[in-house]
């Protein structure tokens, strides 16, 4: 039965990483709409899903005390990350942006140490070490290269997300509901990205509104899938698959928007994909 679970869990989790995947490519396929405007309405989706999914969980919306800040926290990194995610993802090539998003857990081990008090152990330092190693080969420092800053930007988006999942642990342990920790989040970023979207608003076409409909669609897959995985498995049994979301961000890259990433960046996907392979397996060597 366990390995039935696993397996279940396998599957739910690259169907979620499908879904984030397929969520950067509507993104991108919306063409040049302000980032601010992208975000509000990926958002404004996902909280709709939200408000929804409280009742349906016979969940009450209140947050604990002893958990707001954390809570605080959890938005507005999630949220400035989220930001520049999308703005990445506008500029760099899809599996570029997807490969720095995925830093994520490397900076949660960092900011797991002032945040939860946790020791990493050697290997985890030598994995984070690693693993931005080969983040330069994505970002490439240099003056002429005009995706440096983009790169930057995008490996925030990483920063932000890693620092967000520290903090939606350190709530969730505290008492506060996913749900609302959801809502919290989605309506958050609404009113934060609203006056900018107003300010810079471009009228979209039936076009760009189907599109970024789909966006919305396939990150509330994403999150389904997710939530679902770990109900069957452990995060240590399951987290390497979740970068096949790069290898679908770079299929779709190259069927659809012509994009075939460059030498430099296939050997930094290969470091980080790798060195999140070897502390899969040893997190599974030490479970038994």
């Excluded at 919306?30 to 405007?37: F, I, R, V």
């Excluded at 008090?117 to 080969?137: M, Q, W, Y």
């Excluded at 609404?190 to 509104?209: E, G, R």
């Excluded at 997710?226 to 096949?244: C, E, G, N, Q, R």
Aim: hydrophobic letters at 55%; aromatic letters at 14%; one cysteine or more.
């Amino acid at each position: 039965m366990k390995d039935k679970d696993q397996i279940k869990g396998i599957l739910c989790i690259m169907i979620a990483a499908a879904g984030f995947s397929f969520m950067t490519f509507f993104v991108r396929l919306a063409g040049d709409l302000p980032t601010m405007e992208k975000a509000f309405f990926r958002n404004a989706f996902a909280l709709v899903i939200a408000l929804i999914s409280l009742p349906v969980k016979h969940e009450r919306f209140e947050i604990p005390k002893n958990c707001r800040m954390d809570i605080f926290l959890r938005c507005l990194f999630g949220t400035t990350g989220l930001i520049g995610n999308f703005y990445a993802i506008d500029r760099l090539n899809l599996a570029d942006a997807n490969m720095l998003n995925k830093l994520s857990p490397f900076f949660a081990i960092l900011v797991s140490i002032p945040v939860l008090k946790e020791k990493p152990s050697r290997r985890d330092v030598l994995a984070t070490v690693i693993a931005f190693i080969g983040a330069l080969f994505i970002i490439r420092p240099s003056v002429n290269n005009m995706e440096f800053v983009p790169s930057l930007i995008g490996l925030y988006g990483g920063f932000g997300a890693g620092t967000a999942y520290v903090f939606v642990r350190n709530a969730t342990g505290k008492g506060a509901k996913t749900p609302v920790i959801v809502i919290c989040f989605s309506l958050f970023s609404c009113l934060l990205t609203l006056p900018f979207m107003i300010w810079h608003f471009v009228p979209m076409s039936p076009l760009q509104w189907l599109i970024m409909s789909m966006a919305g669609l396939s990150a509330a897959v994403g999150q389904f899938g997710i939530t679902t995985a770990y109900k069957y498995a452990p995060a240590k049994k399951l987290s390497v698959f979740d970068y096949t979301q790069v290898i679908f961000a770079a299929l779709w890259g190259m069927l659809f928007l012509g994009e075939m990433p460059v030498p430099l960046s296939i050997v930094g996907y290969v470091i980080i994909i790798g060195v999140a392979f070897i502390r899969w397996q040893l997190a599974r060597k030490d479970s038994t």
